[in-house]
């Protein structure tokens, strides 16, 4: 069994950033892909941004990209999502998820991870 544990939501300015944490707890996370994904109120879940077991690939949805860096340090189990240059669409809770066969690839498909965080809000605001 695998928990996910989210940190690091707020609130934020437009233009500003924010840094966002998964935990892996129960297994160590060195050879799970990991993805973020968001949703917003009224919308369906979407990817954000993945990451495959060993960091050497990365993939983002083309909204976030040159803006969000995924990244992980599984001497920590953490996986990082840090947002640059936030927009009022990025405002939604941020989920972390974890692929459950080890080595698997990165996916923009939520079905295809088997394990998820809690959530945490991110709004960006004036």
């Known amino acids: 069994q695998v928990y996910l544990v989210e940190s690091g939501g707020g609130l934020m300015q437009p233009g500003g950033s924010l840094r966002l944490s998964c935990a892996t707890f129960?297994?160590?996370?060195?050879?799970?892909?990991m993805g973020w994904f968001r949703q917003a109120p009224g919308k369906e879940r979407e990817f954000v941004a993945a990451?495959?077991?060993?960091?050497?690939?990365?993939d983002y949805a083309d909204s976030v990209k040159g803006r969000f860096t995924i990244s992980r340090d599984d001497a920590k189990n953490t996986v990082y999502l840090q947002m640059n240059s936030l927009q009022f669409e990025d405002t939604a809770v941020y989920y972390c998820a974890a692929r459950g066969a080890p080595f698997s690839a990165p996916s923009h498909r939520p079905h295809e991870y088997f394990y998820w965080g809690q959530g945490t809000q991110v709004t960006v605001s004036s």
């Open positions: 129960g297994r160590p996370s060195r050879t799970l892909a």
């Open positions: 990451i495959n077991w060993n960091g050497g690939t990365v």
